[in-house]
């Protein structure tokens, strides 16, 4: 038994998750098969136990938890990667209906493994670009609420985020501890986008104490047609 199984339970008892033994077995399976993959393919530079269950599992669940989700709720995961934080959402809330985007097939091949080993159900795994799929009628403007961890800097991420939200919803990013400065430089971005800053927090990562913060950003006018620019265009020349 890795001892850091013992931090997830008591994180699940901390903040409240209500982790049930089925959902515990679904994120050590998740550890396997992560590992497993890792061996064969650049999944995640952290893949040590300890790593995998307090800075993707247990960061991902506080982070959720913090933004309040319902359960009608249609939400995506912008630039998942191995699954983060949309893998631990659908573990704790399996009612969830969520769409994870990733513009790395294999990344996708590997999530679409664990979809099935999990039994999860209501997920979509899309292979894509941000800057594509939110110009698509099928997903423009069409979220509750869109998460993203660690994909770009927030006056980019804002751009790939914002024109899937729909008004009245809100796009919730994963930051680390420079969330002022990434913010001050995001300003512009976010007005022309239609977003408005709603809730800004900072708070410690427990067990290895790190700094976290959570921006949320309110959908409040739809986003102009032209954004987002085409694909590359958001990181080389941001708003
Ligand atoms: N959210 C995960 C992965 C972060 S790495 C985590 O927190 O661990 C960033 C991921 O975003 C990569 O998998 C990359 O393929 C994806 N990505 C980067 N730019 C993207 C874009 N424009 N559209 C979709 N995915 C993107």
Not at 58 to 69: A, E, G, M
Not at 127 to 155: I, P, T, W
């Amino acid at each position: 038994m890795i001892k850091e199984w013992a931090y997830l339970l008591e994180t699940s008892e901390n903040y409240r998750l209500n982790l049930q033994a089925e959902q515990m077995e679904q994120f050590v399976l998740f550890l396997k098969l992560l590992q497993e993959w890792n061996t064969k393919m650049n999944l995640t530079a952290i893949d040590d136990d300890e790593g995998i269950i307090i800075k993707h599992f247990i960061d991902s669940l506080i982070f959720l938890k913090k933004i309040d989700i319902k359960n009608q709720w249609y939400i995506l995961d912008l630039g998942t990667g191995a699954g983060f934080p949309g893998i631990p959402l659908k573990i704790w809330r399996p009612e969830l209906e969520i769409v994870l985007v990733d513009s790395l097939q294999k990344r996708i091949n590997f999530l679409r493994e664990i979809v099935e080993r999990l039994n999860l159900t209501k997920v979509k795994l899309i292979h894509g670009r941000a800057e594509d799929l939110a110009q698509m009628e099928d997903y423009r403007e069409k979220f509750d609420c869109v998460v993203s961890r660690a994909v770009a800097n927030l006056r980019v991420l804002s751009e790939y985020c914002l024109p899937f939200v729909k008004i009245g919803g809100f796009f919730a990013g994963a930051k680390g501890p420079d969330l002022k400065q990434e913010l001050m430089d995001a300003h512009k971005a976010i007005l022309i986008l239609g977003g408005q800053v709603a809730e800004e927090e900072y708070y410690e990562l427990p067990y290895l104490r790190e700094q976290r913060s959570l921006i949320k950003i309110a959908k409040i006018k739809s986003t102009p047609k032209k954004y987002p620019r085409k694909a590359g265009m958001p990181s080389k020349k941001p708003l």
